[in-house]
């Protein structure tokens, strides 16, 4: 079975611009989560699709945002981007939300580089 | 806020070593902690933890949770390179999908 894939591994954007990232999960899963890893912060929890709806959300700005299509695919959106947001972003997929805990299976991630 | 803390975030030993990874953890809704190890990209799931005082192990690595205490330990013996790695502990909010992770540490296996 294909693993979570995302696109693109890398991007290189200036500051105010902003960026699309993509998530394909694995075959099945429903489930969709987004993760930002920093140096300094680690890896924090931006939001989670399911069923094409937000479930659970992080503490980040309303620059952030994402979506969920039919085929759970998802993507990620950041406008405005700042020098800050440079980073590694991680999408991770599981066969359900809510209830007993999925195992989370993680992309490659998109390496985000902000000048 | 939630919050899970590691320690130490660096550690350097030799091969053959035997190391203990740190793990506390302030999660509301608590249900499970999970360890995972990171190389060069995607973590790679190592253990689930959800109930106190039962040891998990999967061959040199093992994992145990204190719930009265709040942390969790990860060790791993006879250690080789190849474990030369980031280990991310996380909290799992009961309900959610979502994870509250440690800052990591870094452990580095020198021959």
């Known amino acids: 079975k294909a693993g979570v894939t995302q696109t693109p591994r890398y991007l290189i954007k200036t500051r105010g611009q902003q960026v699309t990232l993509s998530c394909s999960p694995i075959?099945?899963?429903?489930?969709v989560s987004w993760y930002q890893q920093t140096p300094g912060q680690g890896l924090q929890f931006l939001f989670e699709?399911?069923?094409?709806?937000?479930?659970n959300k992080g503490n980040f700005p309303g620059r952030f945002s994402g979506r969920q299509f039919s085929n759970s695919r998802s993507e990620m959106n950041v406008s405005t981007l700042e020098l800050g947001d440079s980073a590694l972003y991680l999408c991770?997929?599981?066969?359900?939300?809510?209830?007993?805990?999925?195992?989370?299976?993680f992309g490659p991630g998109t390496r985000l580089t902000v000048l | 806020e939630d919050k899970v803390v590691q320690s130490p975030l660096s550690l350097v030993v030799h091969e053959g070593d035997t190391v203990t990874l740190n793990c506390s953890y302030e999660?509301?809704?608590?249900?499970?902690l999970l360890w995972y190890k990171q190389e060069k990209k995607a973590p790679t799931f190592l253990f689930m933890l959800?109930?106190?005082?039962i040891e998990k192990k999967s061959g040199r690595l093992s994992s145990i949770l204190d719930k009265k205490e709040l942390f969790s330990i990860l060790n791993i013996t006879a250690t080789q390179t190849g474990d030369s790695a980031v280990y991310l502990c996380?909290?799992?909010?009961?309900?959610?999908?979502?994870?509250?992770f440690g800052q990591g540490t870094r452990l580095t296996i020198n021959p």
């Open positions: 991770a997929s599981s066969f359900s939300s809510g209830g007993p805990y999925n195992e989370q299976f």
């Open positions: 075959s099945g899963h429903r489930s």
């Open positions: 699709y399911f069923s094409e709806t937000q479930r």
């Open positions: 999660v509301t809704n608590f249900r499970s």
């Open positions: 959800t109930s106190s005082g």
């Open positions: 996380a909290g799992v909010i009961q309900g959610a999908q979502k994870l509250v």
